[in-house]
């Protein structure tokens, strides 16, 4: 979410009626924290809303944030769509958000929902919370560890330690497999 100089560059690119069901956005992001060149590594979400579109729903997430960019930052924005240097989350004079800031933003949201810090004064949300928390609820959710690396794109087994016991709270396969024998 926050920007340094290897993140400034990336692309989006959404395929397909962005008002449908199916809808694909494409983002282009550096491959891992260390790609310091900007070389990238694109990730594709799908719409898997039924029906409406859902707020939960990642590809509509990022339209939803590229109709809201257009009219925040008007300028930003061509007939061929964004600037391509316009990050995903700006600030709000369009440039991108430094990453102390972001971190304060992201403290400052879990304070408002009623997160305290642990007993012995470190804190309990960080500038990694957000990318640990979604790969506790994608593994709750029956993602495979090795496809939430990939898709969080972590080079290393840190996923592991960030993702825990969630599996112990994901779906049973084992019950879906007896339903399709029976």
């Known amino acids: 979410l926050y920007s340094s100089a290897a993140s400034d560059v990336y692309k989006r690119q959404i395929v397909g009626d962005w008002r449908s069901r199916g809808v694909v956005v494409r983002l282009t992001l550096p491959a891992s924290k260390n790609d310091s060149s900007a070389f990238g590594v694109s990730r594709s979400h799908r719409c898997h809303c039924l029906g409406r579109a859902n707020p939960m729903c990642p590809a509509h997430s990022v339209i939803d944030q590229v109709l ?18 316009l990050p995903l989350f700006p600030g709000s004079d369009g440039s991108a958000v430094e990453k102390r800031a972001m ?9 408002h929902l009623g997160v305290v810090d642990l007993r012995d004064g470190s804190l309990r949300v960080s500038g990694h919370s957000l990318r640990a928390t979604c790969a506790q609820g994608l593994i709750s959710l029956g993602w495979r560890a090795d496809a939430v690396q990939l898709q969080g794109r972590w080079m ?7 993702t825990r016991e969630a599996a112990l709270h994901a779906p049973c396969v084992f019950a879906e497999l007896s339903a399709l024998l029976m």
């Open 68 to 85: 809201l960019l257009t009219r925040l930052l008007p300028g930003r924005f061509g007939r061929d769509g964004p600037d391509l240097d």
């Open 103 to 111: 971190v304060a933003t992201i403290i400052f949201a879990a304070r």
């Open 156 to 162: 290393s087994e840190a996923v592991v330690r960030y």
